[in-house]
């Protein structure tokens, strides 16, 4: 974690909203948690769950979204979604695997395999 970091994040959430301020100013965040080592060590073996269990320590949690006007999608969901897909390499860079992003809701770009210390099948969305 840096300062450098937080800042590209700061950017991504400001240039993020800029898309549509009266819009995505309520549903649009960055969420930076800071854990102590126990959390990423708290189950017993990775069989167990699917939290990645890799040397990292916080977690930076980004999201889009809008008020719910029943239109959806719209080109702003559209552009909002391909700033969420694009914020790794804009924020972090090429300096980190697919594997040191922590999935929390999966889109079709996400891979989710690599994440998770479960086998592929136990991992395969139904439906």
């Known amino acids: 974690m840096t300062a450098d970091l937080i800042?590209?994040?700061?950017?991504?959430?400001?240039?993020?909203?800029?898309?549509?301020?009266t819009k995505l100013?309520?549903?649009?965040?960055?969420?930076?948690?800071?854990?102590?080592?126990?959390?990423?060590?708290?189950?017993d073996d990775s069989s167990e769950c699917a939290w990645p269990h890799t040397q990292n320590q916080h977690l930076l949690q980004l999201g889009v979204g809008r008020p719910d006007e029943g239109d959806y999608p719209t080109k702003l969901d559209e552009k909002a979604l391909d700033m969420l897909k694009?914020?790794?390499?804009?924020?972090?860079?090429?300096?980190?695997?697919?594997?040191?992003?922590?999935?929390?809701?999966?889109?079709?770009?996400?891979?989710?395999?690599?994440?998770?210390?479960?086998?592929?099948?136990?991992?395969?969305p139904k439906g």
Do not use: C
């Not at 800042?7 to 301020?21: D, G, H, N, V």
């Not at 965040?29 to 080592?37: I, M």
């Not at 040191?100 to 999966?106: A, E, G, I, T």
């Open 86 to 124: 694009n914020a790794g390499p804009m924020i972090v860079g090429g300096k980190f695997s697919s594997a040191d992003y922590f999935v929390n809701f999966l889109q079709p770009w996400n891979d989710y395999r690599a994440v998770s210390h479960w086998s592929s099948d136990r991992l395969v």
């Open 25 to 43: 100013n309520i549903g649009t965040f960055v969420l930076l948690e800071l854990f102590q080592k126990a959390v990423f060590r708290s189950a």
């Open 7 to 21: 800042l590209r994040a700061w950017e991504w959430l400001e240039t993020t909203i800029a898309l549509e301020p």
